[in-house]
Structure formats: C-alpha cells, structure tokens
C-alpha cells in the first residue's frame, strides 16, 4: 500500500550536488530495469541499443574474473546452461530447507556445503549466494545508469515484491550494499506502478494492479482518498507468469514426442517464448525446433494460442476475485485496474482483466517499464524532497505465542507501515522468572497454523503471583518491513529484544495457502480457540486454588476444604475432555464454592495488613481477568490439560 504523508525533516540535503545521483530499480525475477526521475519525471536508463529490459541473468564463465549480465548471458546460457543464473530473486533469504520443500528439479546446482543453512550455488566454478548473484545484477544496473547519466549512482529505491517477507527484503538490502547501492527503501511493486500512473493525482477510490511478470502473478488492491494510497489487499501465486505460457506452447510444439533431449526442450521453450511474443502484435507465425538432426515445423495462430493459455490466464482471475472478496469488497466498487508485467501485454490477458473488472485498464505506460519508472519517482522524493512519501502494509499478521498455544495477534495484517505496537502480556505461573516471547507471523488462531519466526527469552522478571507482572512486547515494523521485538517488564525495567533475522523464506505459495487457510478455517479455529482459552483459564484457577489452600487452608473447616476439592476435582475431569461448557461449568462451580474462602482470605489479609503486611499479593490472587499468561520457557509447553 501507499500513503502519502509528509516527513518533516525531511529536506534537501546541500550537499546533493557532490553526491551522487539516487535511481529507481525494479529487480525483476525475468527482468530488470532501471530508471531515473528529474522534477518529477521518470525515464528508463537504456543501453547504446536503446534496449531498456536486462534479463536478470548472470553467466559465470570458468576462468573469467567478471560475470556477464542480462542478454548477452542469455546467449551463453544457449551453449553452456551450468554457468547461467536465472530467476535468482526466488532464492533470495530462503534457506537450503525452503528448496527442498518445493521439491523436483531445480535449474541450479547446490553447493556441497550449504553452512547456515543459506543456499549457495555451485556455477562455473565457483560457489555462490544468491546475495551475490543478485548484486552482480544490481552493478550492471548501476553501470547502466552511470553510462547512461555521466553521474556517479550510489543510491537506489529498490522494488520488492509485496509478498517479500523479512528475510527476503534483508537479502535484497545485502545485495544492493555489496553492489555499492545505499537502499534508500524498499517499495513494493504494485506501490510502485500507481505511483508511475500518478493515480494519487487521479480521481479518488479503488484501484486493482494486475502484475503478471515472467515467472510470477501478483494482485493488490489499493484506496486512494484525499490524495492518499491504502492498500487494502495482495495477494498472488509465485509460480505463474509467462515462463508457464512458454511451457504451454512448448509442450503443444512437442506433442506426442518422448525423444526429447533438455538440449531441445530448451530450445522449444526459447522458440515457444518468441512465438507468443510474436503472437501479442501478428495473427499467425512458423518457426522451426532442431531434434538432433531432425528440424521440427512449429505453427501457431492466437486462438490456438489462447486455447492453451486460457486455464493459466483464468487462475489470475480467480486469485483476482478471491483478493477482492479478501478485501470485502464488490468488484463494480474498482474504478481503475492498473496492468503491470510484460505478460500483460497478451492481448487475452488484458481481454479477460477488461472483462472482470468491465472497464479498459490502464495500459499506457509500458507494463515492463512501469515499475521502475515508479521507482525513480520515489528515489526522487526521497533525495531531492518531496511532500508524498510512500508507506506499506504488513501482508500478514504478527503475533506472539500465549498459554495453551494460542497466538495473540500483536499488529493486524494490511496495517501500514512503520508501525509500533506494545501488548501488555502476563506470567501464568507463581514466581515465574523467566517469559519464553515466540514470534509468529499468520492469521490463524493457533501457533501450529502460523510460521514461526523468532524465539527469545525475558529473564530477570522479579518473582511474583502468576497474573501479576506487566510486560510490554512492542512490535516495531520500520519501512522496509523489518520486524523488531522488544520486551519489558514494567517494575524492574529488565528488558529483551530481538531483530527477525532471517533464516528461512516464505513461499509466496505458503502465504496465499495461509490466508486461504485462515478463511476456510475461521470458524472451527475460533471452537478451538475458545475451548484452549476456557482450558488456560481453569487452569489458572486450579493452580490460583492450590495456592490459596496451601497458604491459608487453616481458615477452612475439614469438611469446607473437602467441598472445595470435590469442586476442584470436577474441573480436572473436565479438563480431561474438550466439552468447553462442561469446562466452563465446572470453573464456575469450583468459583462459586471457594466464594466464602476467598472471602475469608480477604479479611485475613487485612487483618495482616493492619499488623503490617502487604495487600497486594492477596488482592492479585482474587484479580480479574489479566492480559494473556505466557509461559516460563523452563517449564513444558504442553497446554494445561
Ligand atoms: P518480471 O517482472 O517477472 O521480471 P517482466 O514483467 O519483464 O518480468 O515480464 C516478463 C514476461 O513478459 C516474460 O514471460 C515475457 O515472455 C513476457 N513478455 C514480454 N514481452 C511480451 C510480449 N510482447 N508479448 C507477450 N509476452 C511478453
Ligand atoms: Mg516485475
């Protein structure tokens, strides 16, 4: 999302003439681009060809010092596939567990050794991160513009996609400082585009951006009102973009052969790609396929072409509606549908988005460029000074782990960021020292729905009633979408924190499936939920009663304090099932029968405290509902049951 806001303080530096010069890249997963914006408009950086699309690949030739980059690598990877690098931006910040969960081939060879789990690629000789591979790609976009300009360009605004999480947008930063690029900020595509359109010029209400890249398809959904951008939604499938298009095609160009070498597979897919390109402006074409000796005859005309594409271009649609329907909004409310990727360029892909959305979309500013273009703007805004400075939004919620293994949401996804939030939290148990704070990031009620994404341990907490101590966890989200925990006990000031580091990637596959997941489960993990938080909680009577008795049990008859086990004693057996009123029941029996002890307690305790002693640990013990009890990381974390 977008919103435009000012940032005081934020003026032009006097300096910025002896500086260099700030640009906007979009690091594609297919292609890159780079563009620059003066006064408020953007223009892409080409090369002497007037080309302005660097395919994002980097051939590592053995022997050669320096990697090649963009088209000139599509040409090596003709002869030599081992030594090219393509589509590295799907590594980037996942680890050697996250590759091997999406299973089947992978066009890379790993590298034997992969310490810290980060993948490392084995290529031409050496051994490589995707870091790296990334900022080779990022130097030959920087060499681009310094050709370009005749200025020296040290900063950048880099788009990510919105999907990126924590340690996505870490290794891109990583990439850019390796390059030699200070990130200014990250900006998430679809941001990027309705910035190029300048729709916050434009008339207010909704717009769609409809991304359809290479090798990836992304939705978003953004407000504009009073000349600020919100995003409402995102959401998208990480595995389909025109590369599916060309597999399609291939597949139709080689039907009914077994006789397939990966030689010739790959030629059927670069012969597929020009096909459909082709077919975007002309009616009909031929081209030809080598199978060893033997030469293949390809002809496709565009409603076969459409024939074979019309299921992929349908999923966009339906990922489209259900993004909508996410955003509890009607289609008829979008006043404006933005086309970004070069796949938009399809004249069935933008047949069927005008149909959906039953208007033209906007498709002036070339989809491939738009990004960057974008991009520049925002650079621009960010050096030279600007009113408008773009926000985002958090594609999915962050929360931390309670009792019984439920998660208390601590900021809510689509909130714009940098955002702060603090959530008061308790200790469940007497005298517990210690909090175990586990981050987690999804929308489902339960920690074993969610990703898990970082663990710490508050310690020093001064020994007290279970229910008693405060602590505060802040969630602090900065720009760039990189998360920072804090927490803090409220009377000693001790204190934890810990920055998400990233160790593992999330497929943006796994972030729709969680978001679908939430939707489809809502109602029987709002069951469980209820039945976990009736469960905590008669357990912290239970354990509050146990207490009590061995504190005070003098003040009870035998036969009172055998009323009061038998009532105890029903709430263990209940909590043996998962009937949560039979639970509830039992709870309020148990509390209506200890009434006249607590009661007693009470005086008791002012009696004391008229001798001198303290109230508080009485009163706490007969408090009402707390914040949510976390447990202490030494004791087991099975839920109380
Ligand atoms: P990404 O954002 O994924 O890096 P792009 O937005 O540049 O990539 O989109 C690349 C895709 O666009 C490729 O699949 C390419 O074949 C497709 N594409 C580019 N030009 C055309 C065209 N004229 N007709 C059809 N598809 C095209
Ligand atoms: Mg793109």
């Known amino acids: 999302m977008l919103l435009q806001i000012h940032e005081p303080g934020q003026t032009p530096d006097p300096h910025e003439q002896d500086r260099g010069i700030a640009v906007g890249i979009d690091l594609g997963t297919t292609n890159s681009v780079v563009a620059l914006a003066r006064e408020g408009k953007p223009e892409v950086l080409r090369d002497a060809r007037g080309e ?36 590295v931006k799907r590594l980037m910040g996942r680890g050697v567990e996250d590759l091997k969960a999406l299973g089947g081939a992978l066009p890379y060879t790993l590298a034997a050794d992969q310490p810290g789990g980060m993948v490392r690629l084995a290529v031409g000789g050496r051994v490589l991160t995707p870091v790296e591979v990334s900022a080779d790609i990022l130097r030959a976009m920087k060499a681009r513009a310094e050709i370009a300009t005749g200025r020296r360009v040290d900063r950048a605004v880099i788009t990510v996609p919105a999907y990126f999480d924590d340690a996505a947008r870490t290794a891109t930063r990583d990439a850019a400082r390796l390059a030699g690029l200070e990130v200014l900020r990250l900006v ?8 190029a359109y300048g729709l916050d010029q434009g008339a207010e209400g909704l717009y769609a951006v409809y991304d359809l890249g290479g090798g990836t398809f992304d939705v978003s959904i953004l407000r504009l009102q009073k000349g600020v951008f919100q995003v409402l939604a995102t959401g998208g499938d990480a595995a389909l973009g025109g590369d599916d298009f060309d ?6 160009f080689l039907a009914g052969r077994s006789d397939i070498g990966s030689a010739a597979a790959q030629q059927a897919l ?13 009616d009909a074409g031929s081209w030809w396929i080598d199978v060893g000796a033997e030469r293949i005859a390809c002809a496709l005309d565009r409603p ?18 259900s993004v909508i329907a996410d955003a509890r909004l009607e289609l008829d409310e979008i006043k ?25 979309p906007l498709s002036d500013i070339d989809p491939d460029l738009v990004v960057a273009m974008g991009a520049a703007l925002q650079a621009e805004a960010l050096t030279v000074g600007s009113d408008t400075l773009l926000l985002d939004v958090l594609p999915l919620s962050l929360g931390i782990e309670t009792m019984g293994g439920l998660v208390e949401k601590v900021v809510e996804r689509n909130t714009p960021i940098p955002v702060a939030r603090a959530q008061e939290f308790t200790t469940f148990q007497d005298g517990q020292t210690a909090m175990a704070i586990h981050v987690v990031q999804g929308e489902r009620e339960t920690v074993d729905g969610n990703r898990s994404l970082a663990r710490f341990v508050l310690s020093g907490i001064p020994p007290m009633v279970a229910g008693a101590a405060r602590i505060a966890v802040t969630f602090a989200v900065d720009a760039d979408g990189l998360l920072t925990v804090s927490a803090r006990e409220a009377t000693t000031g001790v204190a934890a924190e810990t920055v998400v580091k990233p160790s593992y990637g999330l497929d943006p596959d796994q972030m729709a499936a969680m978001l679908r997941d939430s939707l489809e489960h809502a109602r ?16 912290r009577v239970l354990n509050a009663l146990m207490a009590a008795l061995a504190a005070d049990r003098a003040l009870l008859s035998a036969a009172e304090a055998a009323v009061l086990e038998a009532a105890a004693a029903q709430v263990t057996v209940a909590l043996g099932g998962s009937d949560r009123d039979r639970i509830t029941l039992a709870v309020e029996d148990l509390e209506r029968a200890s009434a006249t002890f607590a009661q007693r307690r009470m005086d008791a305790a002012f009696n004391a405290a008229l001798s001198g002693r303290r109230l508080d640990a009485v009163a706490e013990t007969l408090g009402a509902a707390a914040p949510s009890g976390i447990r202490d990381p030494a004791a087991s974390p099975a839920a109380p049951a």
Do not use: W
Request: aromatic letters at 2%.
């Open 247 to 252: 597999h399609a095609i291939a597949d139709h």
């Open 524 to 539: 029987e993990d709002m069951q469980r939920r209820l039945l976990i938080e009736s469960r905590v909680e008669a357990q």
């Open 336 to 360: 404006g549908v933005v086309l970004v990727g070069g796949s938009t360029r399809v004249p069935l892909v933008r047949r069927s988005v005008e149909a959906l959305f039953g208007r033209p």
């Open 304 to 321: 076969t072409l459409e024939q074979l594409i019309r299921p992929l271009v349908q999923r966009t649609l339906e990922i489209a509606q």
């Open 270 to 282: 670069a012969t597929a790609r020009l096909a459909k390109e082709c077919l975007t402006t002309q």
């Open 188 to 195: 998430n595509e679809p941001t990027a585009a309705a910035l």
């Open 52 to 87: 302005a699309i660097v395919p994002s690949l980097a051939a590592y030739l053995p022997g050669e010092e320096d990697p090649i980059v963009g088209v000139m690598a599509r040409r090596v990877f003709l002869d030599e596939p081992e030594a090219v690098v393509s589509s």
